[in-house]
């Protein structure tokens, strides 16, 4: 005698015992049930194995049926979503695929054509050894872009101000040199002024804006220090003004000399 159950019999035993807790214990008042909160919480496996719902679903037939129903459709969800992925993978490699193939077809008649060109017309082409490439001419390197070359310059601001008001016009404040040029400008602010983001403007003598920058202040070894970049070559030399604002607050100014 067999003591173990073969796999199609002992599906065929679990296909019995559903079919009976699906019909051998009615309860249609539903009496203790423990809602559908738990049974989601048992098809989710999300409950204690000792929890005494389990026991209840086994003896329930609408609670079991509510239980068999769930778990089909989260099988489903699993399925969709397994397919789901498996199905974006090969798209994915198809794609990447098509394109290799397509940009190697794209370039390969662009280097037939420049070994051909590099032959003299006229003159018969030389057999190339069998395992040798072609060698073609040296190419022309790139143009490579030409990097700006900012000028180091100091604004020191420290001494101004602290307060949030705009400097009177007209007033006595001596101006601070700044050369013309493609500067790298770090500007010490007053004291006591945040880091942040800040906006600057030079100004001329209308007070129109002819430059207006952003940049990030930070605060090193208690002096906060503004690092911007400020293009003044096409500046007329003479007086201007250097506003100056952190986000969302008024505008400060102090006058400034282009040299």
């Known amino acids: ?7 199609r019999e002992d599906r065929a035993l679990h296909k019995a015992l559903r079919e009976l807790v699906l ?18 919480a048992i098809a989710t496996k999300t409950i204690d194995m000792f929890d005494p719902a389990h026991e209840h679903v086994t003896s329930c ?38 394109a290799r193939s397509g940009f ?25 050894p069998r395992g040798e490439a072609v060698q073609q001419g040296p190419s022309a390197p790139g143009a490579q872009p030409l990097q700006p070359v900012y000028e180091t310059a100091l604004l020191d601001l420290r001494h101004a101000s602290v307060s949030r008001s705009v400097e009177a016009a007209g007033s006595a404040t001596e ?12 500007v010490q602010l007053p004291v006591g002024s945040d880091a942040g983001s800040y906006e600057a403007e030079i100004r001329d003598s ?12 930070v605060i090193e ?3 906060t220090k503004l690092l911007i970049h400020a293009d003044t ?5 003479g007086q201007h003004e250097f506003a100056w604002r952190l986000a969302d607050f008024g505008w400060r100014r102090h006058p400034i000399l282009i040299r």
């Open 61 to 98: 037939s609408p609670c079991f049926r509510e239980l068999t129903e769930m778990q089909r459709r989260l099988q489903r969800r699993k399925v969709m979503f397994w397919a789901m992925g498996v199905t974006g993978t090969a798209v994915v490699i198809l794609a990447f695929l098509f």
């Open 23 to 40: 019909t051998q214990y009615p309860n249609p008042e539903r009496k203790d049930c423990p809602g559908t909160p738990v049974i989601r």
């Open 175 to 186: 101006p601070i040199e700044l050369p013309r040029g493609l500067l790298a400008l770090t």
């Open 233 to 237: 070559r096409s500046m007329q030399t």
């Open 1 to 7: 005698m067999r003591d173990k159950l073969t796999r």
């Open 221 to 223: 070894n208690g002096i």
């Open 206 to 217: 209308n007070q129109q804006a002819i430059l207006n920058t952003k940049g990030q202040a």
């Open 104 to 128: 190697q077809g794209i370039t390969r008649p662009f280097r037939q054509q420049a070994v051909q060109t590099d032959q003299t017309p006229g003159e018969p082409q030389a057999p190339t």
